[in-house]
């Protein structure tokens, strides 16, 4: 365990907090210490963890200042406790928006419970305390129920199932049913189909007379200074070789990728970037020449970028004309719909030559999406279940995409999205241009890119084994499942005014309790999982990004589209199902040249995963607490005495016969 965590007695789970933090605070200020040094930080002080009661939280550097009335105490009004949890609502959302609407704050005395009833504290000015006054009031009538909900129902969301009708089904007699003639028969079917199509245009690349000379040399140092940049035909010695298909050298700047786009440069100018990411240098001239390509890199790398700048150019150069198109030209799928609206935000930055994009995503307005891509538009951004909704119900017509895009491709399998990926692509034409990106490249993904891509060329950054960001510093804490929450608010009482933070849990009901938990004590947050509307999870992280809260509650299921680049942590409450996701929720920070710091809290349930989690931590060059190498050389030795158990028992069965009812002595 860190030294930095000295006072913190793992063995015991009743340490409380102390309440003099405002004093504590000061006394580090005296000292000229910081909590969170940038240089040389660490999860803790030399401060004692004792004491019992309520916090204070009125000068921690999170908590918004609200107008406050000449009344100190404020306006107090009493309610049934039975409603408290309607007043709270799920994870802190009800009394968040009754706070938003009257502008009054709202604290619940938990400790005040007389005659079954509950002491309510509004602070405030006298108007938006008696507004709030008359918004409780509205809440426990039969009229106020819905009051607060407005915001989320006018958001229309329809169902994605549709029903068709089926025609009556014949008997065969599948054992005399010739397969190969009905292979032959498809087959032949598809290639009358995508025959009347009109030829791709592909390859718009012109090299610059700077890269084509470059010796193979210098390439390679480039290479190798830029991350380690590493690129091959991936699959040349599994079915044929690829030895006469030349791989394009890298470029060094946006000029020498897009010197014949002069319209593509003055939007990259527009960004101010100072030169193009490691993937990129290399991606550009893969896809301008019209190639598969394979990107393996972690978030916050520049993949998308690397692969929207090339898709722009391709739906500019096709020959029919764009009204003539039957469907979108660009389709990306990704995994969530936080990384859809990612990648939609990132193409709206870009405007070229009139090109239209739209987002569909399960969740969102069905009707206003279908009216959008009806209405034409040249890339669709999809999260793969409500784009099989689409293409099924003959709203999307997927024939002329010509330039696809599957987004981290590793999550979207992980979530079990392969068969509607699968389904989907059965009417996107095969000669199309194909983009895989992945953080990893597990089986799965390769049986996926030998399926859809035809001799792709892969790019990875860095290497191909599992790797954490290395601008992340990486804390573990093993401590007791009943420590986790005490940590978690000493975490908050040292966060710094420009700190913020995403915490990760296993289970959307810790995400709701927590929420309501932080609300109780007037801590501004806010939280995203699978269950929150989509206006929700929206605002939550727009509140995040601009600053409105530094606080975040995050499932995994809806983290991989958060793209904020000035995350400062990344705390872990718990240990995520595999080490690949502990990897992309590292990514979270230390994002766009920054450095970040990850925390993650271990408890002996854990141990399964402490020999992968060694592997990152030694790759990374990081600290690992020596609790950490035990647990990995415990789960080791139980896992070998379990398997000779085993079998020893499978052995004693079938050595057994026909023998029951032998009873062991």
């Not at 706070?99 to 709202?106: D, F, K, L, P, V």
């Not at 389709?331 to 936080?338: C, G, K, N, Q």
């Amino acid at each position: 365990m860190s030294d930095s965590w000295d006072n913190w007695d793992s063995r015991s789970s009743s340490r409380k907090y102390d309440r003099s933090y405002d004093h504590k605070r000061e006394n580090r200020r005296e000292r000229g210490s910081q909590f969170y040094r940038r240089s040389n930080r660490s999860f803790g002080d030399n401060n004692e963890y004792t004491g019992s009661g309520t916090q204070n939280y009125n000068n921690v550097p999170y908590r918004k200042n609200n107008e406050m009335s000449d009344s100190t105490n404020g306006l107090v009004m009493y309610i049934d406790s039975n409603n408290v949890g309607r007043l709270i609502g799920r994870g802190g959302s009800k009394i968040k928006a009754l706070q938003e609407e009257s502008g009054a704050m709202i604290k619940i005395d938990k400790q005040y419970n007389e005659n079954g009833q509950t002491a309510v504290t509004l602070t405030g000015t006298d108007d938006t305390q008696q507004r709030a006054k008359s918004l409780i009031e509205e809440l426990f009538t039969e009229r106020g129920n819905t009051h607060l909900n407005e915001r989320s129902n006018k958001y229309e969301n329809e169902s994605a199932q549709q029903t068709t009708s089926q025609p009556e089904k014949q008997e065969i007699d599948w054992t005399t049913f010739d397969w190969g003639k009905a292979n032959e028969e498809y087959e032949e079917r598809q290639k009358q189909r995508w025959a009347a199509l009109p030829p791709i245009i592909k390859d718009f690349y012109k090299e610059d007379p700077t890269i084509a000379n470059m010796s193979k040399s210098v390439v390679a140092n480039f290479r190798k200074t830029n991350n380690n940049i590493e690129v091959r035909h991936v699959f040349e010695n599994e079915g044929g070789s690829n030895e006469n298909m030349k791989i394009p050298n890298p470029v060094q700047t946006f000029e020498q990728a897009f010197h014949a786009f002069p319209d593509i440069l003055r939007e990259i100018r527009k960004q101010n970037f100072e030169k193009p990411s490691p993937i990129q240098c290399q991606a550009w001239p893969i896809l301008l020449s019209g190639q598969d390509l394979i990107g393996i890199a972690q978030t916050g790398t520049g993949k998308t970028l690397a692969f929207l700048l090339p898709a722009l150019i391709h739906i500019d150069g096709q020959i029919t004309p764009r009204e003539e198109r039957s469907g979108p030209n660009v389709l990306v799928m990704a995994p969530t719909r936080e990384l859809a609206l990612q990648i939609e935000k990132e193409v709206g930055k870009y405007s070229y030559h009139g090109i239209k994009a739209v987002c569909v995503y399960g969740g969102g307005n069905r009707k206003a999406q279908i009216d959008t891509v009806t209405k034409g538009v040249q890339i669709v951004i999809a999260t793969p279940g409500r784009l099989n909704d689409l293409v099924q119900a003959n709203v999307l017509d997927v024939s002329a995409v010509t330039y696809l895009i599957l987004d981290e491709a590793d999550r979207m399998l992980d979530m079990g999205f392969e068969p509607q990926i699968r389904k989907t692509l059965l009417g996107v034409r095969p000669d199309r241009q194909t983009v895989m990106t992945s953080a990893t490249w597990p089986q799965g993904v390769r049986r996926l890119a030998q399926s859809y891509m035809k001799n792709p060329i892969q790019v990875f950054v860095g290497s191909l084994d599992l790797a954490a960001v290395h601008s992340v510093t990486q804390r573990i804490y093993m401590i007791n499942e009943d420590e986790k929450t005490d940590m978690m608010h000493q975490f908050f009482q040292e966060m710094g005014p420009h700190d913020k933070v995403i915490i990760f849990f296993g289970k959307k009901s810790k995400v709701d309790d927590i929420s309501s938990d932080l609300a109780l004590m007037n801590v501004d947050c806010q939280s995203i999982h699978g269950d929150r509307d989509q206006v929700d999870r929206e605002q939550a992280l727009e509140d995040l990004k601009t600053g409105a809260v530094q606080i975040l509650l995050a499932t995994d299921v809806a983290s991989r589209g958060i793209d904020i680049e000035d995350i400062t942590h990344v705390l872990n409450y718990d240990f995520p199902r595999d080490i690949e996701e502990y990897v992309h929720r590292v990514g979270r920070t230390g994002r766009a040249g920054r450095t970040g710091e990850s925390i993650t809290f271990m408890t002996r349930h854990d141990w399964h995963h402490a020999k992968a989690l060694i592997d990152i931590l030694e790759e990374a060059n990081q600290e690992v607490p020596e609790e950490v190498y035990k647990m990995a050389e415990r789960y080791d030795a139980w896992k070998k005495k379990k398997e000779q158990e085993d079998s020893y028992a499978r052995g004693n069965r079938n050595s057994g016969g026909g023998r029951r009812g032998f009873r062991r002595m």
